[in-house]
């Protein structure tokens, strides 16, 4: 098992793939493009590639009218207000 931060330039992944002989990748899904690197060179060396999923966003809060709307501002603000 190797863990570490993807370099960013697929030549070094690549590289690194072939000197610790790694078959299979395992990685997160963090929406960023620095990972991409990895991901490209382990498939360009038929590496096989599990990608883990971010999780789903939770809802945020919901109102069914604008008076609903204000009064969970104003919640919010006084509670701001009396936190230490």
């Known amino acids: 098992m190797l863990l ?4 960013g330039e697929l030549v ?7 000197r610790h002989g790694i078959t299979h990748v395992v990685s997160k899904n963090s929406g960023g ?7 490209a060179a382990a498939e360009a060396m ?3 590639v599990f990608m883990i ?4 966003t ?9 008076e609903a709307v204000m009064e969970w501002l104003n919640k ?3 509670t701001a207000r009396t936190a230490p």
């Open 33 to 39: 493009s620095l990972g991409f690197a990895k991901i």
């Open 58 to 66: 939770p809802p945020g809060p919901h109102a069914a009218s604008l």
């Open 4 to 7: 570490g931060k993807p370099s």
């Open 46 to 48: 038929g590496a096989e």
């Open 76 to 78: 919010a603000r006084s």
């Open 12 to 18: 070094t992944e690549q590289a690194l793939l072939k």
């Open 53 to 56: 999923a971010r999780p789903a």
